[in-house]
């Protein structure tokens, strides 16, 4: 931290930040709950932008996930079921200058949320999102979600689900206007953070799917893949997510994938033994919506109250 400090100061910047300055009290998750892992990354992350606090905003709709902004010493908005989306696209909309994470879980964006889900990966606005995908739903105590497996039993399925589960890498690569899509997982710090760091550089909405785990009510789901890392195909590219080599050593199950193919991300959405991890899409010539927006920003105060008044007056009678 002191070398830091050394080289920030060095570089002619005024002040640092320090991971203090982003942790916004003790987080009320069950223990070894992945979601702690995740909250640590994206402060990591803040911490190594040195992104100013007071500019960024944790969005966050409905479930355990969504307790997010709560645990960052930030700007933060603890929304409705499924409107985390909406309103971060608000916020951007109107303060394109702060840095914008949506954090979100599978009931809430995949469920309740799922037009608006459609329509913020069609807007492609500069944010970042995670789904915390747990595979059911946590905070109101093991109901089926959308991408619960078959067999599970849940409150609502005492028998076992019998639909099969919502892949929302498959789901997210098909929607208009799709500009950065990747899956990580919550026990694998560096691959999380790399992963988390790669999606937030990322211009254009960029939709990571976490599997997290959750060790209540869902506590085995993840297990094989944890003890057995060839479960796990880690993707591998130039243009991808880059990491610490120690992810190789882990991760030894690899495979090249060019994230500008857009056609075999799909295919590969499509697998699940071995299951792919990192960067299946990235296109950064997306239209952004965020850049139409603010154009009007920049325009003066009188030229917008024209524009409002000559609206308005369409609407005479
Ligand atoms: Fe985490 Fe599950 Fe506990 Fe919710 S119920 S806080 S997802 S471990």
Redesign the pocket.
């Known amino acids: 931290m002191h070398e830091l400090n050394e080289d920030w100061e060095a570089n002619g910047h005024p002040s640092h930040h320090t991971l203090e300055d982003y942790e916004g009290g003790v987080a009320r ?2 223990p ?4 702690l892992a995740v909250l640590t990354a994206v402060q990591r992350i803040c911490r190594d932008e040195q992104l100013p606090p007071e500019k960024v905003v944790a969005v966050s709709g409905i479930g ?2 969504s307790r997010f902004p709560h645990y960052m010493a930030t700007y933060g908005f603890h929304g409705l079921h499924g409107r985390a989306l909406p309103v971060a696209c608000g916020v951007k909309a109107r303060r394109p200058d702060l840095d914008v994470w949506v954090a979100t879980g599978d009931g809430d964006c995949c469920s309740i949320g799922a037009g608006h889900w459609i329509h913020a990966i069609r807007y492609n606005m500069n944010i970042t999102v995670m789904l915390f995908d ?1 595979q059911i739903y ?2 109101t105590k093991k109901q089926s979600s959308p991408t619960s497996p078959i067999g599970l039993t849940t409150n609502t399925h005492p028998e076992g689900i019998f639909l099969p589960p919502l892949n929302p890498i498959q789901a997210t690569l098909g929607f208009t206007n799709v500009s950065f899509v990747a899956q990580t997982v919550d026990w694998n710090p560096l691959h999380l953070h790399a992963t988390l760091a790669a999606a937030h550089r990322h211009r254009g909405l960029s939709f990571v799917r976490i599997l ?1 785990r ?4 869902t506590a085995n789901l993840y297990d094989e893949l944890q003890k057995d890392p060839t479960k796990v195909l880690m993707l591998t590219h130039e243009n991808g997510i880059g990491g610490d080599p120690a992810l190789g050593r882990v991760f030894t199950n690899q495979g090249v994938h060019d994230p500008s193919d857009l056609r075999a991300a799909r295919i590969l959405a499509e697998q699940i033994d071995p299951l792919p991890i990192g960067l299946f899409f990235q296109d950064e010539s997306c239209p952004i919506y965020d850049d139409f927006t603010n154009e009007g920003l920049a325009m003066p105060i009188e030229a917008r109250m024209e524009a409002l008044n000559r609206e308005l007056d369409r609407f005479l009678v």
Not at 32 to 35: E, M
Request: net charge negative.
């Open positions: 998750w069950c070894g709950c992945g979601d355990c996930a747990n946590g905070l997290q959750c060790p209540t009510y």
